[in-house]
């Protein structure tokens, strides 16, 4: 689900800002931006997240602020600059040269002044970040809660639609079971047409075939599987791996049930149910 999320957390005049930003995803994919003397640190940043989040695109991004920022710092290094002026004076004494050593001439040398990367106590600084990561998601968390409760609202309505055709399905069974019967019954008789062949005989042969195309089973197992939808939605966990399983199944019981029934209502039926199906996955990918 989408969000977005920033906390800070301050300490002796530097301060850590963590901002994290959230998309669809079907599985967690993280991208961490940190200073580049804190890179050390993305593989506890990300799992952090990871205790948080369990789908979705995460990009979280660090930024240190403040006077008390780690910074590089500029050092002479006076033992090069003595040789190279030392150098330099000898060249003039053995060569004959006129004018005399300047500042500008010393700066153009190489290695006289140099950039020395600070060294920052990586536990300190980690529990500022990590206290300024945790108000981030927890900022964030707020935003997809709110964006999850519409959505959990979408998918019931789209379960209503769908239970709804079902229920249809079974109202329609009985009748089409006794019709399925007579239809085979007369396709039989035609066939066994002057065979001495016993009715009630021929009669338990009709059945026995249409109970063949019986989907009693298959609504029974799609109403367990909506029920168990419904419970999956109401709960706290995460659930968006549960539900795309549970589709599946879904999905399976559909295929089963149309193929059972060769009756140009039901295939009509079982398109509105695949349809409503791929609805429902659609805004699963966006559960976590």
Known sequence: MTGFGRGEASENGRTWVAEIRTVNHRFLDQRVILPRLFSALEEPVKKMVARVLDRGRVDVTFSLQGSAC??????VNDSVARQYHQCLCQLIKDHHLEGDITLKDMLTLRDVISQEEPRPDMDSEWRLMSLALQAALADCDIMREKEGQALQQELLGRLDKFQAIVQKIEE???????QRQMELKTRIGK??????MDPLR?????AIMADKSDVTEEIIRLQSH?????AFLSGEEPVGRRLDFLLQEFLRE???LSSKIN???IAHLGVEMKNEIEKLREQVQNIE
Not at 70 to 75: D, F, G, M, W
Not at 172 to 178: S, Y
């Open 70 to 75: 780690v910074e590089p710092q500029l050092v």
């Open 172 to 178: 329609m069974i009985p009748d089409l079971q006794r």
């Open 191 to 196: 066939l066994l047409e002057g065979l001495d």
């Open 202 to 206: 021929l009669a338990q042969e009709a």
């Open 226 to 230: 909506m029920a168990q939808f419904r």
């Open 254 to 256: 559909v295929n089963t």
């Open 263 to 265: 009756n140009a209502g």
